[in-house]
């Protein structure tokens, strides 16, 4: 059965470039892992104020950015052994 992993990435203001640099490197990594099915990152771009209704792109950065990285494997055991 796969498994997947979801991930928060709070990151400051100041830090954005180096955040974005930094995940670009480790995700390279990331993909080589036997059972590697899948790897995403993407950033926070919009939010639901009303339901229904269209999302609003966000304007403004008031303590972070919201990164997410989603990363997918063919088992459990293979997950395991990529964090090890």
Not at 14 to 30: P, V
């Amino acid at each position: 059965m796969a498994f997947s992993e979801i991930k928060l990435f709070q990151v400051k203001p100041d830090k954005l470039n180096e955040f974005e640099s930094l995940i670009l490197k480790i995700a390279m990594e990331q993909k080589k892992q036997p059972g590697c099915k899948n790897l995403r990152y993407f950033k926070r771009f919009f939010i639901l104020d009303k339901i229904p209704g269209s999302p609003r792109e966000l304007t403004k950065i008031v303590k972070c950015v919201k990164y997410f990285s989603y990363w997918e494997f063919s088992t459990k055991e293979e997950y395991t052994e990529a964090n090890n």
